[in-house]
């Protein structure tokens, strides 16, 4: 085995099961964006479809694949879409983003009109990011519009926050405010039409009560992992959530190394006594981030052994002198449990200077996944484009 990802799709479930009785009475909308952070998009999808009321993706492409699959529940499309894509997508049922009322919209009435149905859309409301959104001011006017058009059936209305990893943060209460000042004018509308508002992701639905509104939208939390260790501890109970997701390897080689030898590329670590030192056989390649290098530890024999020199692309090399009884065919713990000891996606996260979030999701998508129960399609080996 060289290496091997495995996803425990019962604690997917359970997570989504936690988060929703948490927020009910609120809906609950699962992102599955980033192939599903890495954990698998088409498995985690199967597995928890009957679980949610929206599954959300950024990518047209994504929605496509999903219903390809089979996944017949409602799916929004949360980024940008080329125009040539809508008519697939509205003839998939699939609803997008709207945070324009220029050439895109009337890309979409066009297509509603020729199949004769109205394209489902959410409308996007700017409140903080300065990413994508109607702003604030002109946000009342657009949905008025929006709402009157008879080609686009309005099925939501949201925002995204940019700072809710911080409980009181009186940056995301303004958001907030915005936000539902921004659609204030249209409420009776929307409430006719079940036009369901949304501004929530992970951190906000666990601090956040008021924030939970319709619908909310998580991401990180569905896989077990926490949006930001400040969010973990203000809500107090740390076994809310279960990892997912458990990365192994095997070690292929231990050689003996007399002490004052370079160990790697570029000379970068030395030996400072006789040492043994692992070869586990991936690199950055395989997802292990090179910035771990000389920081980051693994797992093996129930011991916390260090990498050493730097990480190379199909090869990251670990000092095992501590671990007599390490040896080829040793199994190698890079996320997840051996015996007392654990590493997490959020240690890779410290020793990289990022976030839990890109450690997982840059889990490249070629390497082998196994769920837990087994999916029905025994999709172990997805291909790379
Ligand atoms: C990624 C994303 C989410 C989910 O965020 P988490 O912090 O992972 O829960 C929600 N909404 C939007 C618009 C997103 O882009």
Same mark, same amino acid.
């Given at each position: 085995?060289?290496?091997?990802?495995?996803?425990?799709?019962?604690?997917?479930?359970?997570?989504?099961?936690?988060?929703?009785?948490?927020?009910?009475?609120?809906?609950?909308?699962?992102?599955?964006?980033?192939?599903?952070?890495?954990?698998?998009?088409?498995?985690?999808?199967?597995?928890?479809?009957?679980?949610?009321?929206?599954?959300?993706?950024?990518?047209?492409?994504?929605?496509?694949?999903?219903?390809?699959?089979?996944?017949?529940?409602?799916?929004?499309?949360?980024?940008?879409?080329?125009?040539?894509?809508?008519?697939?997508?509205?003839?998939?049922?699939?609803?997008?983003?709207?945070?324009?009322?220029?050439?895109?919209?009337?890309?979409?009435?066009?297509?509603?009109?020729?199949?004769?149905?109205?394209?489902?859309?959410?409308?996007?409301?700017?409140?903080?990011?300065?990413?994508?959104?109607?702003?604030?001011?002109?946000?009342?006017?657009?949905?008025?519009?929006?709402?009157?058009?008879?080609?686009?059936?309005?099925?939501?209305?949201?925002?995204?926050?940019?700072?809710?990893?911080?409980?009181?943060?009186?940056?995301?209460?303004?958001?907030?405010?915005?936000?539902?000042?921004?659609?204030?004018?249209?409420?009776?509308?929307?409430?006719?039409?079940?036009?369901?508002?949304?501004?929530?992701?992970?951190?906000?639905?666990?601090?956040?009560?008021?924030?939970?509104?319709?619908?909310?939208?998580?991401?990180?939390?569905?896989?077990?992992?926490?949006?930001?260790?400040? !969010? %973990?501890?203000?809500? *107090?109970? +740390?076994?809310?959530?279960? #990892?997912?997701?458990?990365?192994?390897?095997? $070690?292929? &080689? /231990?050689?003996?190394?007399?002490?004052?030898?370079?160990?790697?590329?570029?000379?970068?670590?030395?030996?400072?006594?006789?040492?043994?030192?692992?070869?586990?056989?991936?690199?950055?390649?395989?997802?292990?981030?090179?910035?771990?290098?000389?920081?980051?530890?693994?797992?093996?024999?129930?011991?916390?052994?260090?990498?050493?020199?730097?990480?190379?692309?199909?090869?990251?090399?670990?000092?095992?002198?501590?671990?007599?009884?390490?040896?080829?065919?040793?199994?190698?713990?890079?996320?997840?449990?051996?015996?007392?000891?654990?590493?997490?996606?959020?240690?890779?996260?410290?020793?990289?200077?990022?976030?839990?979030?890109?450690?997982? !999701? %840059?889990?490249?998508? *070629?390497? +082998?996944?196994?769920?837990? #129960?087994?999916?029905?399609?025994?999709?172990? $080996?997805? &291909? /790379?484009?």
């Amino acid at each position: 085995m060289i290496a091997k990802l495995e996803i425990d799709l019962a604690a997917v479930k359970a997570n989504v099961a936690a988060l929703r009785a948490m927020c009910a009475p609120a809906g609950f909308a699962a992102v599955l964006k980033g192939n599903a952070y890495g954990h698998g998009l088409v498995e985690v999808a199967r597995a928890i479809e009957d679980d949610v009321d929206w599954i959300c993706v950024y990518h047209a492409e994504e929605a496509l694949v999903l219903r390809e699959a089979r996944i017949a529940g409602r799916i929004l499309v949360l980024g940008p879409v080329e125009w040539q894509r809508l008519a697939d997508l509205h003839e998939a049922g699939v609803s997008v983003t709207l945070w324009d009322t220029g050439s895109y919209r009337s890309f979409l009435a066009g297509v509603a009109r020729s199949a004769k149905r109205p394209f489902g859309v959410h409308v996007k409301i700017e409140s903080g990011v300065a990413r994508y959104g109607f702003e604030p001011a002109a946000a009342p006017a657009a949905l008025g519009t929006l709402l009157a058009d008879a080609d686009l059936a309005v099925e939501g209305v949201f925002t995204h926050l940019a700072a809710a990893e911080e409980l009181e943060s009186a940056f995301t209460i303004a958001q907030r405010d915005r936000f539902l000042g921004a659609i204030e004018s249209s409420a009776s509308l929307l409430a006719q039409r079940g036009t369901v508002r949304h501004a929530a992701a992970s951190a906000a639905a666990m601090l956040y009560p008021t924030l939970r509104l319709d619908l909310v939208r998580c991401g990180i939390a569905v896989y077990g992992l926490w949006p930001s260790p400040q !969010t %973990r501890d203000a809500v *107090g109970n +740390p076994a809310l959530l279960a #990892p997912a997701l458990r990365w192994t390897s095997t $070690l292929v &080689a /231990v050689r003996n190394v007399p002490a004052n030898t370079p160990v790697g590329y570029g000379c970068a670590f030395t030996t400072a006594k006789p040492s043994r030192i692992g070869v586990v056989p991936i690199g950055y390649a395989e997802g292990v981030p090179r910035a771990a290098s000389g920081r980051g530890h693994v797992l093996i024999e129930g011991n916390n052994v260090p990498i050493v020199g730097r990480i190379c692309m199909n090869a990251t090399l670990v000092d095992v002198t501590g671990v007599p009884s390490a040896r080829a065919g040793s199994l190698v713990t890079l996320i997840g449990s051996d015996g007392d000891a654990t590493i997490t996606a959020d240690d890779w996260a410290r020793w990289c200077d990022t976030i839990n979030y890109e450690i997982v !999701t %840059r889990l490249p998508a *070629g390497v +082998p996944r196994s769920y837990v #129960p087994p999916s029905p399609t025994k999709a172990l $080996l997805r &291909a /790379v484009p």
